[in-house]
């Protein structure tokens, strides 16, 4: 296993999560169990599934100058993760999400962005140099379209792999796609996308056929417990995965995407790495929170794919 280096680009978030039977629908109010207060961010959360899993993580991210931006800092050093392009917004807070999660494990997040929404332009030219040298940038959709439309072409114009978690789902420009080795959308942003509603392996099919005409080459679309739809060129991959019973799905989208870096940097091939990410994502819905629960390489080690 020889570390290479990828580039996370995205939000910090402190996520306050409560856990309830059900989840409310408009208008009511339900009582629920516990509340938790754990780190988050699908960029965050991407960083440390990169980091744990094996690959070299750097990340690119804004956080206020308060409590929750320090604690966050401190937690990714620890996780190994070179924080040098950690910028502090003077005025803004730093990033929280209200999560909440039913008896299935499924959730409802709704993110009060904060600094996140500052990661600028200018930002991403400090990081120049790291970008441009980096063998992957993984970018999500909780900071401005434009910084990460810029980011992907600094770095695609330097041959390095772009991959996008198109998370929260969002309209994506043809310029964009066209700079992307690969789109990681599950089947809600699937459908955002190509106007096809996701629900099994055929419509992932045609969603993924409308998804990459748009100029993208690889196109992985995530199916929760059903596993993941592969178009990578002209073939078509379904990859199942194992059953699981599901505690919390919150990050599962992260670790997979952070999982998917760490194998195509390793040289596997995208079925391979795909594989790799199910397993990791797989691990990630048994326990409770986001980064509390994506897992370590050697949890993942023993599938005859990854070493
Ligand atoms: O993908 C899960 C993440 O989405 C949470 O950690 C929350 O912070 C939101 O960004």
């Given at each position: 296993?020889?570390?290479?280096?990828?580039?996370?680009?995205?939000?910090?978030?402190?996520?306050?999560?409560?856990?309830?039977?059900?989840?409310?629908?408009p208008g009511e109010t339900i009582l629920g169990g516990a509340f938790r207060m754990n780190?988050?961010?699908?960029?965050?959360?991407?960083?440390?599934?990169?980091?744990?899993l094996g690959g070299l993580a750097t990340f690119i991210s804004k956080t206020g100058n308060d409590l929750f931006g320090k604690q966050s800092i401190e937690m990714f050093k620890e996780e190994n993760i070179n924080t040098d392009y950690i910028f502090s917004d003077p005025k803004l807070p730093s990033g929280v999400a209200l999560i909440m999660v039913d008896s299935n494990g499924e959730n409802c997040i709704v993110v009060a962005s904060g600094a996140n929404s500052s990661l600028c332009k200018n930002d991403?030219?400090?990081a120049r140099k790291l970008i441009e040298t980096a063998d992957i940038l993984l970018m999500q959709l909780e900071i401005p379209m434009d910084t990460v439309e810029y980011a992907a072409k600094m770095a695609y114009e330097k041959g390095v792999k772009v991959i996008l978690n198109p998370a929260p789902a969002a309209f994506l420009s043809n310029e964009l796609m066209k700079c992307l080795h690969t789109i990681v959308p599950n089947n809600n942003e699937a459908e955002m996308l190509s106007g096809i509603k996701v629900?099994?392996?055929?419509?992932?099919?045609?969603a993924a056929d409308i998804i990459s005409s748009k100029g993208v080459d690889n196109v992985v679309i995530t199916l929760g417990s059903k596993g993941a739809f592969i178009k990578e060129g002209n073939s078509y991959h379904e990859i199942?995965?194992?059953?699981?019973?599901?505690?919390?799905t919150t990050a599962a989208g992260d670790t997979f995407c952070g999982a998917f870096c760490v194998g195509i940097s390793e040289g596997l091939p995208i079925i391979d790495a795909v594989k790799m990410a199910n397993k990791a994502a797989g691990i990630t819905v048994t326990r409770e929170g986001a980064q509390s629960s994506i897992p370590y390489r050697n949890e993942i080690k023993k599938s005859s794919i990854i070493k």
């Open positions: 296993m020889s570390e290479k280096k990828i580039v996370v680009v995205g939000s910090s978030n402190t996520d306050m999560v409560v856990k309830s039977d059900r989840l409310p629908v780190p988050g961010g699908k960029g965050a959360n991407q960083a440390v599934a990169v980091s744990r991403i030219d400090k629900t099994n392996w055929e419509s992932a099919r045609q199942p995965t194992d059953k699981i019973v599901a505690v919390d």
